[in-house]
C-alpha cells in the first residue's frame, strides 16, 4: 500500500516534539500540556495533490514541508515510475523546504492543494527516467545482495489475509512465475493444427499447475522439514547463511540504446535527445525517441533511419513505461503481477533504502552461473563510462558538510533535522569514497602526482582527495612505518571525532578505506587548497612558500624545523584542549623559538579561502600510552581518560566516606560508653548524629565535585623531542601513571567483567567491550592472559581475535603485491594455508608438523603460521604457540579472517581439515572496508536511554515514552538504521511484558529485518532475538515457525562460535520454556544441553553450572523422578554452598527444593514397599521397580550397560550427550506444575 513505512512507526501527531524529548529527558510520561507548547506543537492535516489519475491525500504535519510530499508521492503506486515533476499549491511553485505551516497561513484555513506539473526532459533527466524503470525491475537482484533472512522466510507468517491475496495474486498470473522447469505456453499462444486433444488437456491441467507454480520461499516451511535435533547440530552448513532465493516475478524488458545515437544537429534541435530499440514479448521491433516532451515511438528500422513519429502511434508519453504498455499488452500484464508481488509479498523494510554504512555484505554467497543478458551487459558499459566522469563533478563536500554543521539547533525539531542532514551527507561521502577508491584500484584513475613514490600518491574523485595512509609529511616527522601510519589513520579519526562539535575550529569529511591489501584516507578539499591566493608565488618550491600559500595556521611541514604557530588560532584551540584535560606548555624549534600551545606539535591547521580554520593530522588527539614507548601509534584511548579521572573523583570521595564512618563509629562509641544516658536518649541521639552525619556528607562531596580539578597531562610527552626541548619530571610522571592506571587497574577489571558475564559472544562486542573501558585492542594479550582457565571458549574468542587480525595486516602486504589477474588464485591459497594449515588441528602440540601445502606466492603454510606467531607477540604479547594457548575453532576463524579481510567465498560445503579445502572458484569477490565516525544523534540516543530506564524502573509510563522514542528516532537516523532496530527491540520488551504475544512478534521481526539489511545476517545479536522469536510463536501455538527460528538461532550460534558457544544456553532457555507449556519429553534432554554447555563454557564449579545442575533436576522432576532431581540439585547446592556461604539466598533456596526433592523420593518408596508387601513375591518385584522409578526412555539410556544417566560421572554425561543419538518428539509424559527456574 501507499507509504507502506508510515503503518510500521506509532503516531502520537497530538504531541509535539519539544515536549516528547522533554519528557525523554526528565524520564517522566509526556504529556499533551507544557510549557513552550504553543511555539512547538505539531498539527496534523491533509493536504491534497491533483495527478493523473485523481486527488491523492497526503496526511502530513504542520511542522513538515513540501519535499515530504514530493517524498511520498514517490512512494504511490501509480506514481513509482514518473519522475522530473514538480508540485505547485495554486499556481505558484514553492521552495522544497517551505513549511507546510506557511501554506496554511497563506491560506487561511483552506484546503491545501497540490497540482502536479510535469517539466520537459534534458538529456539527463531523460536517462534518469528510464534507468529508474530498470531499476524497478532489478529489484529482486537488489535485495538478494543485501537481504535478510526473517523477510525473505516468513514476512506472512500468521497472516491470512495477506495470504489468501497471495493466492489470488499467483493464481491470476501463473504463467509469469518464474521456475526451474520449462515456462508454459503464453495465453495467447494459438494451438497447433492436429493436436487439439492435448491442447484441451493442457488447458484442463492449468489450474492444478497454478497451486504447483506458487513462489516457494514466502510459504511456511512444513512441519517435518524441522527437527529438534538440527537444533542441537554441532555443525553450520554454510548454504543455509542466505535464505532460499525465491522464484521471483519474471518481466524481461528488451530495452536497449539504438545504434541510430546520437541525434544528428537537426533532429537535436527538434527535441530529439536519444534513441532506444524495444523488443516485445509479442516478437515486434518498435524504435522509441526520447523528447524534450516525451517518449513517443518513431519509423526508424534497423535498415532504415525515419525519426518521424509512427502514424499507427503519433502521441507522446511523459511515462516511458505507459507507452511501452500502449506496444506491448503483455509486458503490460507483466509488469502489473511484478508490481502486485512486490508491494504484497515483499516486507517494505527489505526494499526500503538503508540510511546506514557498514560492512555488511555477506562473506558467504552461493556460485550462480551467469546468464545471458545483452540489456544488463549494455547496462553495465553506460555505468562504467559515466563513472568515469564523475571525478569531475563539482559537488562542493565541504560547504555541503559546513553548512550542515551550521544548521540552527534552537528548538527540537531543529536539532533533528540537523541530525537527519549530517546523516545523509555522511553516508553519500562514505559510498561515493567507496566507489572513488574501487575505481583507483582498477586503476581507472590516475593520480594527481604520478613522479612521486606510489605509496605518496594523492587522488581525486568526486572532488574526494584520497591518499595512502598519511602525507609525506606526517611520515617525515614521526619516523612510523607503513604499518604504524595505517594505525595513526585510526588516531585520525578519534581526533576528528573529538573536535566534530566545536564551533570554532572545523574539521574534513574524512573516512578510511582498506580494499584488495591498500589503505586509503578519503576526505574533502580545504577550499582553496588549488587556488593559490594571489599574494603568493604559484611557481613557488619551498616549504614556507607553501605554507604561506596555503594560510598555514599551525604545524610543521619540515620536520619540525620551522613550527608555524598562529596565537589567534591557538587562542580557538585553547579552550577545547582545556575541555580535555590538556597542559598548555612551552616547546622549542629547532631555531630556539618558544611556542606556547596545549596540544599536540604534529596537528596542523590551515585557513581556507571561505575563513574558517580547518584541523588535520590529529593523529595525538590525546596523550602517549608510555607502556609501549616505542610504538609511535600508541595513545591513550578519551575514554580511559574519563575513567581516570572518575577515579582520582572516587578516590577523593571514599576518603570523605570513610573519615565520616569513623567520625560516626566515635561519636557512637562515645555516646555508648556514657553511663549517664538512657536508653532512650541513645536512641534518639544516634538518629540525631546519623542525620547531622549526612548532611556533612552531602554538602563534602557536593564541594569535592564543585572543587575537583584533573591533573592537566601534556600530549608532547614522549611524541616529540629535540635539543631545545625538554619536559620536567612531573608532565612525564602524569602520563606514566596514566598508562599505569590502564595496565594494573583497567585491564584486570575488563578481564574480570568478561569472565564474569555473558557480553563477548563474538570478536566485535569483545572488541565493543574492550573499548568501552578505554582499552586499546593491542592489549587482547593482556586480558587473555587474565582470564580464568573455567573459560575456555572465552580464552578461544581472545586468541581468534588476535589471529585473524594479525592476519589481515599480513594478508594486506600480501596482496598488494600480487597484480589483479592472480587474485582469486592468491586468495584461495592464503586460505589453506591460513584454515588448513593450523597445526593444532591436525596433530598433537608436541608433535613434529609436516605441512600439506606447497609454497606459492612467497607463502606456504609453515611461514605463514611462523609469520602469524610472530606478529601476535609483537603486537599483542601473546604466545600463541604456549601449551596454554587454545585449539582454534576453524568455522569461527574463516568467518572472522573474511569479514577483516573483505573476501567473499562460496556457500560450498567443504572439509576443513582437508588438505586443500579452497579452490580458486572458491574466491567470488572482494569488497571494501569501511571506518569512519558516523555523526552522532544526540536526541535519538537520549530517547533510546529513556526508554530502557523506563522499561527497567517505570514500566507503567513506559508505553508513550517508547512509542515516541521510535518517532524520533525515525526522523533522526532513518528506517533502516541499528538504533530503529533497538527502538523496535524496546516496543517488544513492552509488549512481552503485557503478554501480547502477536504485538510482541510484529515489532521483534521489524527490528531483525533492520538488523540484518545493516548489520549483516550474522550478527551477534541474532542469535538471541531469533531465540526469543521462536519462543514467541511458541506461545501462539505455531510449532513449525518456532522450530525454524530456533533452527536459525542454533545456526548462527554455531556459525560465530562453535558448537558450544555460549550464546546457546540463552537458545537452550528458550527452548525449555517451550518444551515445558507443550510438554515435550525434549525438557530433559534440553535441560542436558544446558549442562553440557555450562561445563564447557563456566567449568564444574561455577555458579553457572550450579543453575544448569537445578535445571535438570527440574526436569527430572516435571518428570516425575524425583531420586534423579535430588542427585542433580544436591550437586547444586554443593556449589552454591562453597562459593556463596550458607546465609545466601540462593543456597537457602536450593536446600528448600533439596527437602522437597528429598520427600517427594521418599514417599515415592514408602508407596513402592506398601505396595510390595500386599501383592505376591513375583508381582512385587515388578511393582516395586515400576512404580518407585519410572522406566528411563531408551533415547536417555547407555546401550552398553543400562545405566541411567543420572548415574553417569559429569565426564560420561558430556561424551553421552554429544554421541549420535536424539531424542524422540512424540511420547507424552505426565507434567508436575512447577516452576522451571527460580534463578536468573
Known sequence: SPRAVACCLPSRSTMSQQEVVSSVEEGQEPTTQGPGAEETEEVALV?????????????????????????????????????????????????????????????????????????????????????????????????????????????????????????????????????????????????????????????????????????????????????????????????????????????????????????????????????????????????????????????????????????????????????????????????????????????????????????NLPWTIPNEEVTFDIARADEYHVLMAESDTTRVQNRDWNEEYQAALALPTETVLDHIQRDKALLDLVNDFVSIST?????????NVLPMNPSEHPDQHTYLY???????????????????????????????????????NSKEL?????????????????????????????????????????????????????????????PEFLKQLKPIMDARNLKEHVIYDNDKNPITLSTSIHLKAVKGNDGRAYVMDCIYPTVKDMNYPDLKSAIIRPELLDFYYENLRNVLSDSCLTSFRDSYAEQIQELTND??????????????????????????????DA?????????????????????????????????????????????????????????????????SFGINLRYLGAIAKLLPPTRPLLIELTVREMVARAAKHIFRAYLSKIPLWEHANAISHFLNCLIAGEPRNHIAKNAKWTPSTEESFGVSEKSLWETINADVLRRFDFDITSESAPKLLLLPLLRSFCLKGGIQIDTKERDLLSKRPFSIETVLNTFPIVKHHPPTTQFADRALRASQEHLEKKFDQASPVIFDAINIVHQSCGLVHPKTAEAFRCTTTLYFKKEDWESAISHLKKSIIIKERTLGLDHHTLTNDYGFLGMLYSKIGKESSSLRYFQRA?????????????????????????????????????????????LENWGEHSLNASQAYHSVATAYNLLDKFDEALNYEKKAFAILLNELGPKDYRTIESSIWVKQFSARAQSDANFAAASSSSSSSSSSSSSSSSSSQQTVPSVFKDDDNDKTISSMSLADLVKYIKGPEQPSVGRKVNMIGRPLSRRK
Open 47 to 359: 493536504v491534497f495533490v491533483e495527478t493523473p489519475f485523481g486527488r491523492v491525500s497526503v496526511q502530513v504535519t504542520s511542522a513538515e514541508k513540501v519535499i515530504n510530499v514530493t517524498e511520498y508521492l514517490r512512494e504511490v503506486r501509480e506514481l513509482c515510475l514518473y519522475s522530473n515533476y514538480s508540485i505547485v499549491c495554486r499556481g505558484v511553485e514553492h521552495n522544497d523546504l517551505t513549511p507546510i505551516s506557511e501554506l496554511e497561513a497563506k491560506l487561511a484555513g483552506a484546503e491545501i492543494v497540490f497540482d502536479l506539473v510535469f517539466e520537459t526532459f534534458s538529456d539527463k533527466t531523460s536517462r534518469m527516467h528510464v534507468k529508474k524503470l530498470k531499476d524497478w525491475l532489478n529489484i529482486a537482484g537488489a535485495i538478494f545482495t543485501s537481504p535478510s533472512y526473517l523477510a525473505s522466510v516468513s514476512y506472512l507468517d500468521g497472516d491470512k489475509e495477506l495470504d489468501q491475496k497471495q493466492a489470488e495474486l499467483v493464481d491470476r498470473i501463473p504463467e509469469v512465475v518464474e521456475k526451474p522447469a520449462p515456462a508454459p505456453e503464453p495465453k495467447n499462444a494459438q494451438p497447433k493444427k492436429g493436436n487439439d486433444q492435448a491442447n484441451r488437456g493442457r488447458r484442463k491441467g492449468k489450474g492444478q499447475q497454478k497451486q504447483q507454480q506458487q513462489p516457494q520461499q514466502p510459504q511456511p516451511a512444513p512441519v517435518e522439514a524441522f527437527k529438534t535435533s538440527d537444533i542441537y547440530s554441532p555443525v553450520a552448513p554454510l548454504k543455509k547463511f542466505l535464505p532460499p532465493k525465491p522464484n521471483h516475478i519474471k518481466c524481461n524488458l528488451n530495452l536497449e540504446r539504438s545504434g541510430w545515437n546520437p541525434p544528428t544537429g537537426n533532429r537535436a534541435l527538434q527535441g530529439d535527445i536519444y534513441y532506444y530499440d524495444f523488443k516485445t514479448p509479442e516478437g515486434n521491433f518498435y524504435c522509441i525517441t526520447s523528447a524534450s516532451k516525451g517518449f513517443f515511438v518513431n519509423q526508424s528500422t534497423h535498415a532504415s533511419f525515419n525519426p518521424n513519429p509512427h502514424p499507427s502511434f503519433p502521441d507522446h508519453y511523459f511515462q516511458i513505461a505507459d507507452l511501452l504498455f500502449k506496444l506491448s499488452p503483455r509486458f503490460k500484464q507483466q509488469f502489473n503481477a511484478f508490481l502486485d508481488y512486490y508491494t504484497i509479498k515483499i516486507h517494505p523494510f527489505q526494499i526500503y533504502p538503508s540510511s546506514f554504512i557498514s560492512n
Open 435 to 443: 566507489v572513488g577508491v574501487v575505481s583507483i584500484v582498477s586503476s
Open 462 to 500: 568526486n572532488n574526494i582527495l584520497f591518499f595512502k595512509t598519511l602525507p609525506g609529511s606526517t611520515y617525515i616527522a614521526t619516523g612510523a612505518n607503513a604499518d604504524e601510519l595505517s594505525k595513526m589513520a585510526n588516531n585520525d579519526l578519534i581526533g576528528i571525532h573529538l573536535f566534530e
Open 506 to 566: 572545523s574539521t574534513l569529511l574524512t573516512c578510511i578505506i582498506d580494499f584488495q591489501g591498500q589503505r586509503f584516507v578519503a576526505q574533502s578539499i580545504v577550499p582553496g587548497l588549488f587556488s593559490p591566493s594571489p599574494a603568493s608565488d604559484p611557481y613557488s618550491e619551498t616549504v614556507h612558500d607553501f605554507e604561506k600559500n596555503i594560510n598555514f595556521l599551525f604545524g610543521s611541514l619540515d620536520n619540525f624545523e620551522k613550527i608555524r604557530a598562529d
Open 675 to 704: 553511663p549517664s544516658t538512657t536508653k532512650e536518649n541513645i536512641a534518639q541521639q544516634e538518629a540525631e548524629i546519623k542525620k547531622r552525619i549526612s548532611v556533612a556528607i552531602q554538602e563534602s562531596l557536593q564541594k569535592i
Open 707 to 771: 572543587e575537583f580539578v584533573p591533573p592537566k597531562l601534556n600530549p608532547n610527552v614522549g611524541v616529540f623531542s629535540n635539543e631545545h626541548t625538554s619536559f620536567s619530571d612531573e608532565d612525564v610522571a602524569a602520563v606514566k601513571e596514566v598508562s599505569l592506571f590502564l595496565k594494573d587497574k583497567v585491564i584486570p577489571l575488563a578481564a574480570e567483567h568478561l569472565a564474569s558475564g555473558n557480553n563477548a559472544s563474538d570478536g566485535t562486542p569483545l572488541c565493543e567491550t574492550l573499548r
Open 1050 to 1094: 542454533a545456526f548462527l550460534s554455531t556459525l560465530i562460535g562453535g558448537p558450544a558457544h555460549q550464546s546457546k544456553n540463552l537458545l537452550y532457555e528458550y527452548l525449555l520454556m517451550t518444551f515445558q507449556e507443550s510438554k515435550s519429553d525434549e525438557l530433559l534432554y534440553c535441560s542436558l544441553k544446558i549442562l553440557e554447555n555450562i
